[in-house]
């Protein structure tokens, strides 16, 4: 049985008093109640905490991991941070293609391919967001976006790279809006998104690479989720903000 993946993103929320009064209060609390997780668990906070928070979290099973990076090496990119700049700090897990970055920052898959492979040149481990639009869905086009998602970024590394890659399936209609996607649509989506990993990279790799669910995952529907079969953890954003839920979300 695969060790299921809970990830926090926390976005662009908490300040640095806030990121650190939430992990240390977060440890304590694993720990006073015994809480066996039994999950990796992956908190992503701002560039900015990234360091201290990775610094709290050394000797412990939790794991940071950056939102974002830039897709060139080094240079006149103000404002930018690197890949080799994350890595110098300690972090080793990037997140790279949220559909916020696509759409607010109008990333593409050109550019994400580009992130992609610096990421790797430096080692990080990637965890890939794919995902369609509710117009999309609407139109019964959510297979091709996803296949044509993947074939242009993820699917030009090798095996061996992609054994850095963790997939995490986000339909866009479905993050921040509550409106979650049903357990049968999003492992419908996660079985496709397997067999297209199969085609591909045969059946190893299929078995093996950890395929995510995002969108309005609550303490309350996680559990769900988390039982179907091609559904290996999920990328939680609001609920991860608030100690409480996210604790029941681990233990679901
Ligand atoms: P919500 O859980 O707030 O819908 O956000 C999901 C998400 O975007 C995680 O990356």
Redesign the pocket.
């Known amino acids: 049985m695969k060790k299921k993946i809970v ?1 926090a ?1 926390w ?1 662009m929320n908490y300040d640095l008093h806030e990121t650190t009064f939430f992990i240390r209060n977060f440890l304590k609390i694993i720990f006073e109640r015994k809480i066996n997780h039994n999950k990796k668990i992956i908190i992503s906070p701002s560039f900015p905490f990234l360091y201290i928070s990775n610094q709290i979290l050394q000797g412990t099973s939790l794991r940071i991991s950056a939102q974002n990076v830039h897709h060139m090496d080094k240079g006149s990119y103000t404002g930018e941070v690197s890949a080799s700049m994350l890595k110098s700090i300690g972090i080793s897990k990037v ?1 790279l293609g ?3 970055r696509r759409g607010f920052f109008f990333e593409k898959n050109d550019v994400l391919l580009k992130k992609i492979k610096i990421s790797l040149k430096y080692g990080l481990k990637i965890i890939f ?1 794919i995902g369609e639009t509710e117009t999309e869905r609407k139109k019964d086009q959510q297979f091709d976006i996803i296949k044509n998602q993947l074939e242009k970024t993820v699917f030009h590394c090798s095996p061996d790279e992609i054994k850095l890659f963790c997939i ?1 399936y ?1 339909p866009i209609w ?5 409106k ?1 996607a049903t357990y049968k649509q999003a492992q419908t989506m996660h079985e496709f998104i397997r067999y297209l990993f199969l085609k591909k990279y045969g059946e190893y790799i299929s078995n093996q690479i950890y395929i995510l669910y ?5 303490d309350l529907n996680a559990k769900y989720f988390f039982l179907q079969k091609d559904i290996d953890g999920g ?6 903000l608030k100690m409480e839920k996210f604790l029941k979300i681990i233990k679901s």
């Not at 995002?214 to 609550?218: E, F, N, R």
């Not at 990328?235 to 991860?240: D, R, T």
Request: aromatic share 0%.
């Open positions: 990830i993103n976005k997140i949220h559909s916020e967001c995490a986000e479905a993050i921040g809006t509550g979650n995002g969108g309005s995952i609550t990328l939680v954003g609001n609920s991860s």
